[in-house]
Nanobody, 126 residues
């Protein structure tokens, strides 16, 4: 099993930047794709970005493409989400998650991920 702990959230003005981190414990990290999701009050949890186990492939939601960058450092067992040009609509609790199966695929489907962190709050003021 793996435990995930997010950090780096906070309050930022529109146009600003934040970098989220997700630290994993346990041995099962390097073989799995990792993803970031977010959930705003009253809304469903939605896909934001995902990265393959090797770090060579990524996918993004259309709403964040060109503004957010996902990366991973396997030596540190950490996944990052660099968020630039933040907008008020990016306000949400951000969660990192691990894919339920090892392999080369990248999924945008929430059901594909079975290990979740506790979330970190991002608030963007206008």
């Amino acid at each position: 099993q793996v435990q995930l702990v997010e950090s780096g959230g906070g309050l930022v003005q529109a146009g600003g930047s934040l970098r989220l981190s997700c630290a994993a414990s346990g041995r099962t990290f390097s073989s799995y794709a990792m993803g970031w999701f977010r959930q705003a009050p009253g809304k469903e949890r939605e896909f934001v970005a995902a990265i393959s186990w090797s770090g060579t492939s990524t996918r993004y939601a259309d709403s964040v493409k060109g503004r957010f960058t996902i990366s991973r450092d396997s030596a540190k067992k950490t996944v990052y989400l660099q968020m630039n040009s933040l907008k008020p609509e990016d306000t949400a609790t951000y969660y990192c998650a691990r894919d339920r199966t090892p392999g080369v695929h990248i999924s945008t489907a929430r059901i594909q991920y079975d290990s979740w962190g506790q979330g970190t709050q991002v608030t963007v003021s206008s």
